[in-house]
């Protein structure tokens, strides 16, 4: 509350709740084991926490020199139209939109999105490169799929279960704190800032979006298990806890360094009931053992992919389920200023949650599409996970796609200080709007995803995850080349309270 009007709280606490003097690399100990959270949390927000003074410092590890990509694969059919005009990066003249009724944005909102080709093809991009033993169980989901997007009595149950158990929909939030301190920065001039305030979803995130939605579709192919892999444990969550409402078996694959770094949403997790399987390697390893344990009782489970990457229609489904971000925004904005937004602005892990706010508005061409990649140590380190940025484009798990690949087509290791983030490929959707100019990509490093974090807690009283936290990093650069009174709307996907420890222990000032 005090960060959210400007005042300066202080907080004493008794000697035996104080931090102790060990600072391990998992997290900062405390005495009183269950105030750690409370603590982070106050302290995050500005209030000063009496106990022992400490000086920490951000280590910036150097990594070897990223190798240069070189995987080449064949041109497919273009079966959507390319887009000729190349949006300029980081510099617009703003003009007012024209604003549209209510009744035809009422329209724009409510019309059905149904995909664009049978094949799942975003120009070369997308496909399904798969053993012809799991062709017959992708087009059985595809069909299942569409069969449900048109069945009126589904889409009433999952806007039901959207309304009443997520609580969609979520707010649109004018930023003011936020907005005034990039405009005292320039004069007083500058962009107003609005966050689409995905993480008070059920469970943190926008992975609620499309697990309950899969999860639905589980039940009605009469699956009784779920298989799916987690990075930062938002999306596992999120389908853990489908699947307790549901009545179905959920096993989740995680990367032991994330299940490490991310403990608790482990234990959430298995409070929810789901049994959290340990991987070694990071979150691409993860979903390989997912795909696989999925592959070896197709019959029974269901594989539910968090992520709009994969084969079709993976990532279809997933960009289809969390289109609901951009339709509500659409709608939102037209309600509080009577247009659309000038700048849509989201991180960009695999593209689950960018993919989500920029398919609502590609047809806008006085929108611009901005999505942040994870800079991690910085692009000349090699220590990345800037896919889009710097990769090149390859097949990797069943889709074509941009990959961060070495001169011999290996994949190489990406790295985040965002969990979330830290995967070598990309979706195919966003892999065409790149190509096709209708988007921009950029990075933001660990350094400036930490300050954005600290920035927003103490600015606005809001814990973004590091993940969204790139997202809101990236407005350093964009707000000084904005004109005064643009409307920018950065999505804050998901919750940041998991991320605090690790704020701390990366050495965050606070």
């Not at 070897?64 to 064949?74: D, F, L, N, T």
Request: aromatic residues 6%.
């Amino acid at each position: 509350m005090g960060s959210q009007i400007g005042l300066r709280l202080s907080i004493k606490v008794a000697p035996k709740e104080r931090w102790s003097q060990s600072h391990t690399h998992k997290s900062l100990s405390l005495i009183s084991h269950s105030q750690k959270h409370t603590m982070i949390a106050c302290k995050l927000q500005g209030a000063i926490v009496s106990c022992h003074s400490r000086t920490m410092q951000f280590i910036d590890e150097k990594g070897a020199p990223k190798g240069r990509a070189s995987s080449v694969v064949a041109q497919a059919v273009v079966t959507q139209e390319t887009f000729k005009t190349k949006v300029p990066e980081l510099t617009v003249t703003y003009v007012a939109p024209p604003t549209p009724s209510i009744e035809k944005a009422k329209e724009i909102v409510e019309r059905k999105h149904l995909p664009a080709t049978t094949s799942g093809k975003f120009g070369r991009f997308g496909g399904k490169f798969v053993p012809e033993t799991l062709v017959a169980c992708l087009s059985h989901l595809e069909a299942e799929f569409n069969e449900a997007i048109r069945d009126d009595l589904f889409q009433a149950e999952l806007a039901a279960a959207l309304r009443d158990y997520v609580g969609r929909e979520t707010p649109l939030y004018h930023a003011e704190r936020l907005t005034e301190y990039y405009k005292s920065q320039n004069n007083g001039n500058g962009p107003d800032i609005y966050l689409k305030r995905e993480d008070l979803n059920h469970c943190g995130s926008h992975k609620m979006n499309n697990a309950l939605a899969q999860a639905m579709i589980a039940k009605r192919m009469g699956r009784k298990s779920v298989v799916t892999a987690t990075g930062s444990g938002q999306h596992g969550l999120a389908t853990a806890a489908a699947c307790a409402k549901l009545a179905l078996e959920c096993t989740v694959f995680m990367a032991a360094k994330d299940m490490d770094r991310q403990s608790s949403n482990v234990r959430l997790m298995e409070l929810l009931g789901a049994q959290v399987e340990g991987v070694d390697g990071g979150f691409k390893d993860a979903a390989s053992e997912a795909f696989r344990n999925w592959v070896g009782d197709l019959e029974n489970k269901y594989h539910l992919t968090g992520s709009a990457v994969g084969p079709h229609p993976c990532p279809t489904m997933v960009r289809e389920f969390q289109s609901v971000i951009g339709k509500e925004t659409r709608m939102q904005a037209l309600e509080k200023w009577g247009g659309k937004p000038d700048v849509v602005v989201a991180c960009v892990g695999t593209g689950s949650n960018a993919v989500g706010m920029f398919h609502e508005f590609i047809a806008d061409r006085d929108v611009r599409l901005i999505g942040v990649e994870a800079g991690g140590l910085g692009l000349e380190s090699g220590r990345h996970s800037s896919t889009l940025t710097t990769g090149e484009v390859g097949v990797y798990h069943g889709a074509v796609s941009y990959l961060l690949q070495d001169e011999d087509g290996q994949v190489i290791h990406p790295h985040s200080i965002a969990a979330g983030m830290e995967y070598p490929g990309v979706g195919p959707e966003l892999s065409f709007l790149k190509e096709s100019g209708r988007a921009e990509f950029c990075v933001a490093n660990d350094q400036e995803a930490l300050d954005a974090y600290k920035r927003l807690c103490k600015l606005e009283g809001i814990f973004p995850s590091l993940e969204a936290a790139h997202a809101l990093a990236i407005l350093d650069k964009l707000a000084p080349t904005l004109c005064n009174g643009s409307k920018v709307v950065v999505n804050c996907s998901g919750r940041g309270d998991k991320d605090a420890a690790i704020v701390f222990n990366r050495g965050c000032t606070v």
